[in-house]
């Protein structure tokens, strides 16, 4: 039958000679191959003592912004969300009560706001949709877990701390 490609390797029927019959060629063949890779450079790298550079334009996990007064910047308009072609994106909003101004920006906040790390796929629209300049990606990645909720990531793994208390804790 002709074949459809040259690339066919006809197998070779030949009885063994001796040499071969030993092995002992083989082996010390494939010996050499295993030392010739000892003195090469290692492609791996011994992860988490080490870790390789990420690239200026790594998308990472999430993070939530503050304001210079340590508000949370989301407003939980949604716009994260439609962007998102993963869907990964779930959120609750709330109204900002009287006496809540030092703790959110605008009127509304997201009550619940929760990304699914094994649906994203770092795609960066969310950031680039946001008018509040509310979500980043950071140059960090979810950690191996072994369970699924592990991966779901609420407010309070992504908000970043209060400047304010970051700066007070400091000092103490
Ligand atoms: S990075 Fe992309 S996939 Fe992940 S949450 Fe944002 S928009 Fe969705
Ligand atoms: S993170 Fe930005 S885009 Fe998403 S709901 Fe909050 S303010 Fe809107």
Redesign the pocket.
Known sequence: MQSLTNRATPVDRRPMTFAEKLYLPAIAKGMGITLKHLFKKKATVNYPEETRPFSPVFRGLHI?NRDEEGRE?????????V?CPAEA?T?EAAERLPGEEHLYR?EKY?AR?EINMLRCIFCGF?EE???????YMSETFAPANYQRKGFIYGKDDMLIPHPQKQIKENNQ
């Open positions: 939530l910047r989301c407003t939980a308009c949604g716009l994260c969300a962007a994106i959120m605008e997201a706001y969310c949709a946001c008018p509040k300049q509310a979500v």
